[in-house]
Every structure is written in structure tokens, then in C-alpha cells.
């Protein structure tokens, strides 16, 4: 492993693990007891901060990358946002005109990233082999 991958499994791996913690310690807080708005959309945003040093840590990591590592990842990502955008908009049509449950916007980041590791990996083992 080279020294940037070391340098981001480090930092984002210390950024997943303050966002748990954060999100485990909103959760609780905000079960215990009631709050007013802003305190609880406060709560409710914290996880977000160590979310976005886990943000950092992977724009850094990938202005390391050589040119060809950029590619499979900027490729990989306009395809899962594109496809992830592209499907919410046909499921928008859909949940109006039959009446289907609505999707929280929770699940767009983790369909984009997942969709992101399934495409990164065809793009790496069928395209660019």
C-alpha cells in the first residue's frame, strides 16, 4: 500500500469512526428526551461534520491518483449519480402516478456509493482489463 492510500485509510477510517460515534451519541440524545427545533436539528445534523472530514480525506486521496486512477474514478461516479438521479426522477413519475410509497433521501448518498463500487469495478475488470 502507498503512502496516500495509507495516509486516506487513516483519515477516513478516523472519520467513519467519529461519525458513528456522533450518530450513536444524536440518536441517544435525541431519544431521551424532547428539544426545541434548533437544538434537535442540530442533533440531527452532527453526524454530518465528520462526514464531511471523511469528504476531505477523499478529494485528497484522489488528487494523488494518477491519471488513469482519476479516470475509472470520475467515470464511476458520473454513472452512479447519473443512474441513481435517473432512476429517483422515473421512481418520481411512478410514485405519483400508482401511488407507491415514498423513499426517504436517506438512501441516496449509500445507493450512490454503492453503485459507485459496482460500476468502479467493471469499469476496472471488463472495460480498462
Known amino acids: 500500500m502507498n503512502a496516500a492510500a495509507k495516509r486516506y485509510m487513516i483519515g477516513f477510517g478516523a472519520s467513519m ?3 458513528m460515534v456522533v450518530l450513536i451519541a444524536a440518536v441517544s440524545i435525541l431519544s431521551s428526551r424532547e428539544f426545541g427545533v434548533v437544538a434537535t436539528a442540530g442533533l440531527a445534523l452532527a453526524p ?36 441513481v438521479g435517473l432512476a429517483s426522477f422515473a421512481y418520481g413519475f411512478l410514485e405519483g402516478a400508482l401511488e ?11 445507493a450512490i456509493i454503492g453503485l459507485y463500487g459496482v460500476i468502479t469495478c467493471l ?6 482489463r
Do not use: N
Not at 477523499?58 to 491518483?65: E, G, P, Q
Not at 491519471?67 to 452512479?80: C, D, H, K, S, Y
Not at 407507491?100 to 449509500?110: C, H
Not at 469499469?123 to 480498462?128: A, F, R, S, W
Open 123 to 128: 469499469l476496472k475488470y471488463v472495460v480498462y
Open 48 to 83: 454530518v461534520v465528520p462526514a464531511l472530514f471523511a469528504l476531505r480525506e477523499v478529494f485528497i486521496f484522489v488528487r494523488r491518483m494518477d491519471e488513469f486512477q482519476r479516470r475509472i474514478v470520475t467515470e464511476a461516479f458520473i454513472g452512479a449519480a447519473l443512474l
Open 17 to 19: 469512526i467519529g461519525y
Open 100 to 110: 407507491l410509497p415514498a423513499i426517504p433521501m436517506i438512501w441516496v448518498l449509500p
